[in-house]
């Protein structure tokens, strides 16, 4: 797959503007900001989706925070991994025994790398797991799990930018679009 | 009589036999993010003649014990899925407490879309995707039974053209009505 030289070319429709991210996010800090108030809070970012929010949604919020970072694999990454089992690729720094946790995804479509990272990380024994989504796609989720804080809810389309990939191309998007269906049923 | 200088080679291991790729994919990727499954668990009465004797049962393709959610997949085109969607319908007014989704075509190809298997999405849906011989749990491991003849989830329904499902003579469904008794039916295990 190669993208146009201008990735905007591939997109069909802007979903959601720069702006509207801004102000989103700029809630959704408040929010954690005032919810979380008088206690530490510890965000752990799951690379690589949500590295733009995580920037700009630490950045937003008011309250004394400390950030982390975990990779996991993805299903269909390789040929081995595609019969194997999902992996920690990158783990926590630091501990978060006792540590007031919000996980910071950019989507929550399926749902199971999140059951799974939710699993791993309450055998850390924090003092409270919740989770914060910018995207949340409930018409593909095939295991429910709650979500405290949702940025947008967005329909089925396959949707790029901030920080949203295919094939890690479009992740440098300052919006989020639906990609045109012809970038990703062309043969490579 | 049995040659003891020619044992039998001892069987291999054992996983459900699916029906159709999509499922043994599905099966795949569930092992990979460690959600536990069950394939075909049960059977769930849907319509029953005067007499009391079930005519039409429904089989969703999984349950995941963890979420007591249950899954039904379908490869087949949207104009294909009316019998499906008909029988969905039915198991809801009948077992409300029932929590069962219908993983359509659509569904599916946005999944291999999100894991960069979308090459491989003809082959795994609809008619090519049938496995009309035995095939081996990928992950035999995860899988929570281990089945062995499976019924048709199509029982009494006879075949009609398109089903991904091998067509195979009705089964003469065996329990009642739900209130009565055994309206929902276990899946034989092997070797049962």
Known sequence: MSAAPDPTQDIDEVLITEEQIARTVGELGARISADYAGRELTLVSVLKGSLPFMADLMRSITIPVRIDLMEVSSYGGTATESSGLVRILKDLSSSIADAHVLVVEDIIDTGLTLNYLVRYLRGKSPASLRICTLLDKPARRLVDIPVDYVGFTIEDRFVVGYGLDYGELYRNLRFVGVLRPDVYTEPA | ?192
């Open chain 2, 1 to 192: 009589m049995t040659d003891a200088l020619a044992p039998d080679p001892p069987p291999p291991a054992r996983g459900p036999t699916f029906a159709h790729a999509s499922e043994a994919e599905l099966a795949r990727i569930l092992d990979f993010y460690a959600v536990r499954w069950e394939y075909e668990p049960h059977t769930f009465a849907i319509l029953w003649n005067l007499d009391g004797d079930v005519v039409e049962s429904f089989a969703p393709d999984f349950y995941l014990p963890e979420f007591d959610l249950y899954l039904e997949m379908t490869t087949l085109k949207q104009r294909l899925v009316r019998k499906k969607n008909r029988k969905l319908r039915r198991l809801r007014e009948l077992y409300p407490d029932i929590r069962i989704k219908l993983f359509y075509a659509r569904d599916f190809r946005m999944l291999m879309l999100k894991y960069g298997k979308l090459g491989i999405i003809e082959s795994l849906s609809g008619t090519p995707g049938q496995m009309l011989g035995p095939r081996q749990a990928p992950a035999p491991e995860a899988a929570v039974l281990e089945l062995g003849a499976l019924e048709p989830d199509e029982a009494a329904d006879g075949s009609e053209p398109g089903l991904e499902r091998p067509a195979s003579p009705p089964a003469r469904a065996r329990r009642r009505r739900p209130g009565r008794r055994d309206a929902v039916v276990d899946k034989p295990l092997a070797g049962s």
